[in-house]
């Protein structure tokens, strides 16, 4: 076997990640009529992941393949949102969506500002690591989105938020760049779908704790909690706070959660430099340097292009085993 | 389907297209004094950033503006004044934008050719080349998802324009949907100082029209009576269901890329050449010509021109600025989302 396999937690449910994001739009589709989906191979072919299987079917008309043109594709969505519609824009991968940077950073994003009219388009971004995807299926992008003002940045970690996020997304009068992870696709499963959810701009503690807390999003929150379930044995207490979206940042549960634990250690898939975990630090060093008993930690993917074969693959990217190494150096420290 | 504009029937009556030449000229009258009004407040210091004049392309812009109904979609580029104006953009606004006025569309927030209002169809363009094909293909295909008929989208851009990968997307998709865009192409010999010999190697630009599978129209862009007749053609095969449509029209930019440039790059035997034509000249003779006007009636049209920009360029200089301390800084709509406060 590989190295490093990669964690998951609680999965005895019968619906998946993949499934919830395919349930919500179709329940989107379905309720509102202003709602169309635009993207590569996904109408009779559902998709590169089947996020759309059998949905061109049910809603004809509303779920349309689209030209390998991801620049046309946001400007299509843009266009259509300004007419009123809410148009959903399907990356067939999250690291093609560099293609359609300028529509989305440029024009999408400053439309509400420059010119006082709402742009909301949601655009889905497959993102994240899965064994043997390589440098260009890999990637994490939402500390690029997160930069630019005039954007919503979510990052589900569980079923759950995959169903409810997507549905908020979607009723978001601004452009919503939507992470949802590749590996969490098949391995994540819950036993139903809720109808409520906590709103946008909440974290939620994932797993409550008093010794240390782990600030993380995405796939990375089910390392976390690896992690944390290791150190129980030691008798360790970690929480887990699962930001749900990068972009509003959830400053105050974070404040909230470094003030009970005095330690904190923000993890994240992507590239280290600058980021979303750059940005927690910044924060709580900011606003809560007095909370800290120690220095904060950081712990990101390697300053190199996310590599191919699962044995580098599993050590690019933190790691239960990698997280707990460094929460380790935290809890001493 | 190429085209070329002998070939185009155009089925409206000549009297039909008499007015429309004398309604363009009104429009492509207009454009002129406001912008020489702009460029004149610019040397003086009152405009802060760029002034973009489209002397020479009038003819083009004011023909695709009043071919345009109310309820269509049109994105203009930076050298559209008279197109902005034909299609429904008030003197004043156009002053406001770029005298910086908080009254103004865009509230001292973008100015000068950045300007809009999409809840009218007046798409905003933004300054990445290109983009705004694919997005009045957008607007097109949710009016077409809501059922309407007969609107018509266009936008504008020139020959650097033709080169970026958004032209190429936007257009290639727009003819995959089958969509109601009409693409003006005015290739005016420069982009910004880059000359066409540099930017594209096929023979002429309007060839690109067959590999995208729409049509194609070339015409002589300082010819307004041309410009009129084929553009409006255009519009309305685009109209009655023909897809996309692309016109081409050669023209020279009479003037530099902005105001702070002095054009010392042209080649002067361009503007020696039938290209180089000032297309209101041109205008002018061909009324006069047709006995659709005289003289004296396009000189009073010019005064009434001089007045009205001087009005509405008074009263944009005596508006109010934005104030920082005032506005407004949060760029989502949605304001539980903004971090604009936490900053």
Redesign the interface.
Known sequence: MFQNQTATTAQTGTITYLEAIRAAQRKLLAEDERVFIYGQDIADFGGAFKATKGLAKEFPGRVIDSPISEDAQVGLAIGAALEGMRPIVEMQFADFSTCGLTQILQHAATMFWRTGVPCPIVVRLPSGGTAGAGPFHSQSMEALYAHYPGIVVMTPATVEDAYTMLLEAVEIDDPVIFCEHKYLYYHLKADGLPDVALPTGKARIARAGRDATIVTYSAMVHESIACAEELAAEGWEIEVVDLRSVKPLDTDTILGSVARTGRLLAVGEAFPWGGVTAEVLARIATEGFGLLDAPPMRLNAKDTPVPYHPNLWGTHRPTARAITSAMRDLLRS | MLQTSPAVRNDARPDENKARALTAYRWMILARVLEEKLASLYRGGKITGGVFLGKGQEALSAAIGTALKKGD?FAPLIRDMAGRLAFGESVLEAARTYLGSRLG???G??GNI?R????DGY??M???LG?????????????R??GETGVVGATCIGDGATST??FH??L??AA??KLPLVVIVANNQYAYSTPTARQYACEDLVQRAAGYGVAGYKIDGTDPSACVEVVHEAVARARAGAGPQMVVADLLRLVGHGEHDDFHYMNHALKLAPIGRDCLDVAREQLIASGDATRAQLDTMRNQAAAEVESACGTALREALPNPSEEDWC????R?????G?Q
């Open positions: 979609i569309p865009m509230r927030r973008d950045h809009g209002k999409p809840r798409y905003a933004i300054s990445h983009a705004m094909v694919s997005t009045v293909a957008g607007g097109l295909f949710a009016r998802a809501r990968g958004s997307e936007g290639n998709m995959v949907e760029a989502l709509s949605t539980r989302l903004s971090e604009g936490q």
